[in-house]
């Protein structure tokens, strides 16, 4: 017989000086997402997790956490600068979008001109981008994921504790209810 592992708890706590963060401080429900923005299965849960946003308004804080596979997603890792550069112009949560949604688009041509869509100083953009600035940030993100167990994308955390089942909306969002009823 084989017991069940036992869930690997959020190794790094939300810090709302460092992460990116959506909904409010004092939700009663965090949900942390480690994603890859070239992972077909992030991309196909983002819609999910904006209905989760949606639908529990203020009852939800959303964390996004970068885990870019550069094995398998030869854009990964330079997605996810991308993501932290639009961020230091105020711009993370627009180019995250832009990133889920242009998965098949992720050349440095198309990063520059997703900058430039969203009226960023894209010299600064080029140049943070060329010298991999925010590149420490990432891998930051990426050994907090290693170490709470994140093996694959998309990886959630619902208030603290991994969650293992589907990703559908329906299933999600019981879990999150679930685990912010327990905790």
């Known amino acids: 017989m084989t017991l069940p592992t036992p869930a690997v708890p959020l190794a790094v706590p939300v810090d709302d000086s460092r992460d990116h963060i959506l909904g409010p401080a004092d939700a009663p429900i965090t949900l942390v997402e480690y994603a890859d923005f070239e992972c077909p299965h992030c991309g196909a849960v983002h819609p999910i997790v904006k209905a989760l946003l949606e639908q529990l308004g203020n009852q939800l804080r959303f964390v996004f956490r970068h885990f870019p596979l550069s094995t398998m997603h030869r854009h990964a890792m330079k997605a996810a600068e991308a993501a932290e550069c639009a961020g230091a ?7 995250h979008d832009i990133l889920f949604r242009n998965q098949q688009h992720l050349e440095d041509d198309d990063l520059l001109r997703y900058a430039g869509d969203l009226k960023l100083d894209v010299s600064r953009f080029e140049q943070d981008l ?6 420490p940030r990432v891998q930051e993100d990426y050994r907090g ?12 955390f619902t208030n603290g504790i991994r ?13 999150v209810r679930d685990t912010a009823a327990t905790t």
């Open 163 to 175: 969650y293992k089942g589907e990703y559908d909306l329906q299933p999600l969002m019981a879990a």
């Open 89 to 95: 112009q105020g711009k993370f949560w627009e180019m």
């Open 130 to 135: 060329e010298r991999h600035a925010y590149l």
């Open 145 to 156: 994921a290693a170490r709470s167990g994140v093996k694959g994308t998309p990886a959630f």
